[in-house]
């Protein structure tokens, strides 16, 4: 079964410092999005992206967060300039199409740890 | 999407059919009724999806009554393995708005 999938599966990065979180999503979906979670806390959503460009955002996208297409394969979350609070798991999510009522399939996440 | 009312957390054993009720009392004309789960340390799965009356798969069964303000997901003979956050939600689907918003969803506790 086709899966999503994430590296690397645990950060871990010093307050400042730019990371990269990666994913593959499911090869013939068309819409990918990010998610995070905090430690004990809701999934929240972050970014929605379509035909390589952003279909919406939510207020904690702000200016450090920035995601990308390179290739016809990945996905990636761009974080700069890291902050403790931006510790928590980020999960990568696709869909064949659009619309909260279609299935997201979610990766197995990445750990983020900002020391 | 319409606002869920869900219990915190629920503690069942094994074996036994577990149902987690879902109230979305303003739920709209246009609105399905989604079933997430997600295991510890891993993404939310989608598990089921109705409009009314009943819906069944491999893994969940979900009972929708005629004026579809509340929905209950069954989940059969659970097992250890079922321990996880269940995430009912509620959605317009002619809309394109596309994200998820997650609530806290009911942990389900399975006891041996």
């Known amino acids: 079964e086709p899966e999503v999938t994430q590296t690397p599966s645990h950060q871990v990065t010093q307050m400042g410092q730019e990371v990269i979180l990666r994913c593959v999503p499911i090869s013939n979906h068309l819409y990918f999005y990010w998610y995070r979670q905090i430690l004990g806390q809701k999934v929240e959503f972050l970014v929605s992206?379509?035909?390589?460009?952003?279909?919406?955002k939510s207020e904690i996208f702000d200016d450090q967060f920035s995601v990308e297409r390179p290739d016809g394969s990945n996905f990636t979350l761009k974080i700069r300039s890291t902050k403790l609070e931006d510790s928590a798991m980020y999960f990568c999510a696709s869909s064949q199409l659009a619309g909260v009522n279609n299935e997201q399939f979610f990766g197995p996440g990445t750990r983020l740890t900002v020391l | 999407l319409a606002k869920t009312t869900q219990p915190i957390s629920m503690d069942s054993y094994e074996g036994q059919e577990v149902n987690i009720t879902c109230s979305h009392n303003n739920i709209a004309t246009n609105d399905y009724i989604t079933w997430y789960q997600q295991f510890p340390s891993q993404g939310p799965r989608f598990i089921i999806q109705g409009y009314k009356t009943k819906v069944t798969n491999e893994v969940a069964s979900l009972f929708i009554p005629a004026d579809r303000k509340s929905s209950t997901l069954s989940l059969p003979r659970v097992s250890l393995s079922d321990t996880a956050v269940y995430y009912c939600?509620?959605?317009?689907?002619?809309?394109?708005?596309?994200?998820?918003?997650f609530g806290k969803g009911t942990r389900l506790h399975i006891l041996p």
């Open positions: 939600l509620v959605g317009d689907i002619k809309t394109r708005d596309d994200k998820i918003i």
């Open positions: 992206f379509y035909n390589n460009e952003i279909s919406e």
